[in-house]
């Protein structure tokens, strides 16, 4: 039996950084003209904010002599200042001006400084991340309408945000979802007696028709998850509520990934529902903080022992290989029950 990983070795020594959109700050934590350095993927980069609200990113180093574009450097119009010679640069890491020259090569002028594609989709921003500075792959997933009974009933209606970082590799969070198993041992909530699992591109779905422990009652309902790529998540649950929870997933690093929800009810809800909405949405909250102190000292194991049972975690892993820009192994010798 090979050896196993250790409080020093997590086992995310076989899992890289997967490339994707990634939310990297809520939009209103950026106001224009500020400029901020971002840590996230093991690496660093620089964004601002233009006079024209545009968000643009670029890597963290200027060109000329490579100060750091994120210490004492400011924003001029829509470009970012560098605060060593004062060279300003656009969004496309294009050179737009050097204070003491007038001749600047075409080349400088279109690009010297590798940039990195940027939205902001329902108050996040995001940024396409790929380790080789691949082109994006997938659009980002949009803040779906509100549909009952089968009529768009309007937007959804923001009712909460929550940030977590936990001490785990990005993978081991959605696995959470495909381990039937947990639920009841840690949520104390029935698994899920029927579960969809589809996996289309790079998008996931899964359907669960699901028992659960409401604040009026154990009663079914269903949950419905879209997975795009590996940072976006967006699961509606209908039972006696009617809730949104959309989720992003960024890795600071192999080790370390950052959680944010922003929770959403139907529009239009009574009083009386709206409480109980609000008592769903605190429970969600409750069930990832059951999770938490087992993530935070988990180890990854390549080859965990599944019985029939566990979930769809293998076909999970494969389709999350796809999300690396390098092959990795996924193993299937387990006893697995997909
Ligand atoms: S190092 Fe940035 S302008 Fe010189
Ligand atoms: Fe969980």
Redesign the pocket.
């Known amino acids: 039996m090979s050896s196993q990983p250790s409080a020093n070795n997590r086992g995310y020594a076989g899992l890289p950084i997967p490339f994707g959109w990634f939310a990297v700050a809520m939009s209103d934590e950026i106001a224009a003209g500020d400029v901020r350095t971002m840590k996230y993927f093991g690496k660093e980069f620089v964004m601002w904010r233009g006079e024209d609200e545009q968000l643009r990113a670029v890597d963290p180093?200027?060109?000329?002599?490579?100060?750091h574009?994120g210490v004492n450097s400011n924003v001029e119009g829509n470009d970012l200042r560098?605060?060593?010679?004062?060279?300003t640069f656009n969004g496309e890491g294009g050179v737009t001006g050097?204070p003491y020259t007038k001749v600047i090569a075409p080349s400088m002028k279109r690009s010297c400084l590798p940039s990195w594609p940027v939205q902001e989709s329902a108050g996040v921003v995001y940024v396409w991340y790929h380790p080789r500075k691949e082109a994006p792959k997938w659009e980002l997933a949009q803040l779906p309408r509100c549909i009952e009974d089968g009529a768009d009933i309007g937007d959804w209606v923001p009712a909460g945000r929550h940030e977590w970082v936990i001490d785990i590799h990005i993978q081991e969070i959605t696995e959470n979802g495909q381990d039937h198993a947990h639920f009841a041992a840690v949520h104390g909530v029935p698994g899920a007696p029927s579960a969809e699992f589809k996996l289309d591109g790079w998008q996931r779905r899964n359907m669960v028709v699901a028992e659960m422990n409401t604040p009026r009652g154990p009663m079914t309902g269903t949950i419905d998850i879209t997975a795009v790529g590996p940072g976006q998540s967006i699961t509606e649950y209908t039972d006696v509520t009617h809730v949104l929870q959309v989720q992003q997933a960024t890795p600071i690093d192999a080790e370390h990934t950052q959680i944010r929800w922003q929770l959403y009810h139907a529009p239009g809800i009574s009083d009386g529902r709206m409480r109980v909405a609000q008592a769903r949405m605190r429970d969600l909250a409750k069930q990832i903080e059951q999770d938490i102190p087992i993530w935070n000292q988990k180890v990854f194991l390549e080859k965990p022992l599944l019985v029939q049972g566990d979930g769809p975690l293998l076909a999970y892993r494969r389709q999350y290989a796809k999300f690396y820009a390098d092959p990795v192994a996924v193993e299937n010798t387990a006893v697995a029950a997909e």
Not at 61 to 67: K, S
Not at 82 to 87: A, E, R, V
């Open positions: 180093y200027c060109p000329h002599l490579g100060a574009l560098c605060p060593f010679h004062h060279w050097i």
